[in-house]
């Protein structure tokens, strides 16, 4: 069965530290990964993918996530959280044309 | 940058009560999904659509959901006899005919069933 795991409900980080929202899956087959945030009374924003190739992406907002095959990551990282940053970060896998969402991680940056 | 766009942003039904979630996909889009978010839980798919038929659906999509498209530029999720599980967000998504292309989330409809 294809599953994503987000092993932490919150995290918490001052603005200007670094980040990590953490990401694991278990697809068969090759996976194309994905990040969306999600702010209040929102929909799903899309942050970034991984379908190929490098296995750092970068995408909006400064966020970027590295896919890591033999330990089924796909971890979302900033190198320099904003106040803005704060909001409900998915991780999400596609399977033929079924996207299966990680349970959410709501991150917290504070001032 | 073109959005989905769902109305109404908050439908209160009463219990047994048909209700029509309405979305609007981005003009040039060919695949079509709803998906729902009980409170405090995860995003569940619900049904995939492509060139007018459903092309996946999950267990949640049983008889009392049907999806439609009925003219160039709507896509509907009806539920026929709402129950109060069925209380939740409910989101439209679209993307392109490129394969892995992401897909694009409208703002939700809160479902609220009494």
């Known amino acids: 069965a294809q599953s994503v795991a987000q092993p932490e409900d919150q995290v918490n980080v001052a603005e200007g530290n670094p980040l990590t929202v953490k990401c694991t899956y278990s697809?068969?087959?090759?996976?194309?990964l994905f990040w969306y945030v999600q702010y209040p009374n929102r929909g799903l924003q899309f942050l970034l993918k991984?379908?190929?190739?490098?296995?750092l992406v970068k995408g909006s907002y400064g966020f970027e996530a590295e896919f890591n095959k033999s330990q089924t990551s796909f971890h979302l990282k900033k190198p320099s959280a904003l106040v803005s940053d704060s909001a409900l970060y998915f991780c999400?896998?596609?399977?033929?044309?079924?996207?299966?969402f990680g349970s959410g991680t709501k991150l917290n940056v504070k001032p | 940058e073109p959005e989905v766009t769902q109305t109404p942003s908050h439908q209160v039904t009463q219990m047994g009560q048909e209700v029509i979630l309405r979305c609007v996909p981005i003009?040039?889009?060919?695949?079509f999904y709803w998906y729902r978010q009980i409170l405090g839980q995860k995003v569940e798919f619900l049904v995939s659509f492509y060139n007018n038929e459903i092309s996946e659906k999950s267990e949640i999509f049983d008889d009392q959901f049907s999806v439609e498209r009925p003219d160039g530029s709507n896509f509907t999720l009806k539920i026929r006899s709402t129950k109060l599980e069925d209380s939740a967000m409910y989101f439209c998504?679209?993307?392109?005919?490129?394969?892995?292309?992401?897909?694009?989330f409208g703002d939700g409809t809160r479902l609220s069933i009494l």
């Open positions: 003009s040039n889009h060919l695949y």
């Open positions: 998504a679209s993307r392109t005919g490129r394969r892995n292309q992401p897909q694009h």
């Open positions: 697809v068969s087959g090759n996976p194309y």
């Open positions: 999400a896998v596609r399977v033929e044309d079924k996207f299966y």
């Open positions: 991984y379908i190929t190739g490098d296995n």
